[in-house]
């Protein structure tokens, strides 16, 4: 594996690029400047050697997905960002959707006997569902089955939550993870530098506000996911303040597993004008970050935002983990112009998209901890128990 960064040493003209090849053989961190320059001047080619060179020492060949399943409490919401396809204002609740704890729990026994290890939970900033109503959707889930991860609410849901109950982030986080909450997911970061959010979301939990209660669920010994709102009006410098904030966090608290970069899609929405990004544009940012993240233990392609085969592509750039079955029967990711209507794979569409490419299929838990290596299972056997599909 050495011999092909030594390659890229040896053949890179440009003096700043060659030395990034040689930091990145000797495990040493990239600058701001150096990151700049990759988005400047890096080929496709050349980050995405350097970029798989080090995904395959971090995980060689493995490829993780979950299996999970998700729940939109509600698309009414009190902000208004400006990219959000999904949204209905509060004062056109009417037009939205609102579903009831016992909906909600439902929804959770439909997936009894299933070997789930995870429901995703996220959904606008509704005024009437409130940490009380939270706590109690926790506490029912986890009395129904206490084995199933809950990974729950953007930092922008649980700023407003916590306002709203009069309660520190510290105070609100911990009530929260006692009544059940596992972890939390990536959304709401958005673009932290306020020169682009207050242009795009500029109603809702700024950048360091979302860091903050991040680093608060960290210091309880939750993890979370981070994520990137890119291919709009940011520039390249805006991406690199997101992340070098977020590298910084994860100095501090080594609390965050997953990056993931999510492409702006735009269907209906106020930022429609805007056109989508490219998928070589698409492919760099994904092998960039894997570069300059160099505390992130993984990155994620996020499959109903970029597609299944864009998601392949992906695992060449950085790439090592590509989310869940997800069996979303809501709208969010489809409203934006995703080509997923309701995003559903079966274990064996991902193991068998992961095998395609010659990657090697890994169940893991939300922890990263390995539920099955796939890599030998026969989908088509007659000894396959279709039901755990
Ligand atoms: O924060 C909204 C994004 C996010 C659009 O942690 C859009 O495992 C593109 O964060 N185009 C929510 N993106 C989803 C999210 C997430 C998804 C999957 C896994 C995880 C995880 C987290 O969706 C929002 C926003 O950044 N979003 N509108 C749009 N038009
Ligand atoms: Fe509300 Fe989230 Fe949409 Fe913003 S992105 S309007 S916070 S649902």
């Known amino acids: 594996m050495t011999e092909s960064i030594d390659i890229l040493i040896d053949t890179a003209t ?44 971090l995980h060689g060949d493995r490829t993780y997905f979950n299996r999970n399943f998700h729940i939109e409490p509600t698309n009414v919401c009190v902000f208004s960002c400006e990219f959000c396809s999904y949204s209905r204002l509060y004062a056109h609740k009417e037009e939205g959707w609102e579903l009831s704890i016992d909906q909600m729990l439902d929804i959770v026994k439909t997936y009894d006997g299933k070997p789930i290890t995870e429901v995703h939970i996220v959904g606008g900033v509704h005024p009437k569902m409130n940490m009380a109503y939270f706590i109690e959707l926790m506490q029912k889930i986890k009395a129904h089955r206490p084995d199933l991860h809950v990974k729950a609410f953007t930092a922008v849901e649980l700023d407003y939550m916590f306002r709203k109950a009069k309660l520190t982030i510290e105070e609100g986080m911990k009530q929260l993870h006692e009544a059940g909450l596992d972890s939390l997911p990536g959304g709401g970061a958005e673009i932290f530098h306020p020169d682009i959010r207050k242009q795009i979301c500029e109603d809702k939990v700024d950048g360091d506000g979302w860091l903050a209660i ?35 966090l994860q100095d501090k608290t ?36 894997r570069i300059y993240l160099d505390n992130f233990p993984h990155l994620k392609a996020y499959w109903p935002m970029l597609g299944r085969q864009n998601a392949q592509l992906s695992l060449s750039f950085g790439v090592n983990d590509i989310d869940g079955t997800i069996d979303d029967s809501t709208k969010i990711y489809s409203m934006a112009g995703s080509e997923e209507q309701t995003p559903a794979m079966s274990t064996a569409d991902l193991v068998t998209l992961i095998k395609q490419v010659n990657r090697t299929p890994i169940e893991r838990d939300t922890l990263y901890n390995e539920v099955k290596d796939y890599s030998t299972v026969d989908f088509t056997a007659a000894s396959f128990d279709a039901s755990l599909n």
Not at 217 to 227: D, E, I, Q, Y
């Open 214 to 248: 991040h680093e608060a669920a960290h210091k309880l010994g939750m993890h979370s996911n981070a994520t990137m709102l890119y291919g709009h009006i940011e520039k390249y410098e805006h991406r690199i303040d997101h992340m070098r904030r977020l590298r910084e």
């Open 14 to 57: 440009d003096t700043g690029l060659k030395s990034i090849a040689q930091k990145v053989k000797n495990k040493e961190r990239i600058s701001d400047e150096e990151c700049l320059l990759l988005f400047e001047k890096g080929s496709l080619a050349f980050v995405g050697a350097l970029a798989n060179f080090i995904r395959e020492q």
């Open 254 to 289: 080594g609390g965050f597993n997953t990056f993931i970069p999510l492409k702006f899609r735009n269907q209906d929405n106020a930022m429609s004008h805007i056109p989508e990004s490219v998928i070589t544009e698409d492919m760099r940012l994904y092998a960039i970050a």
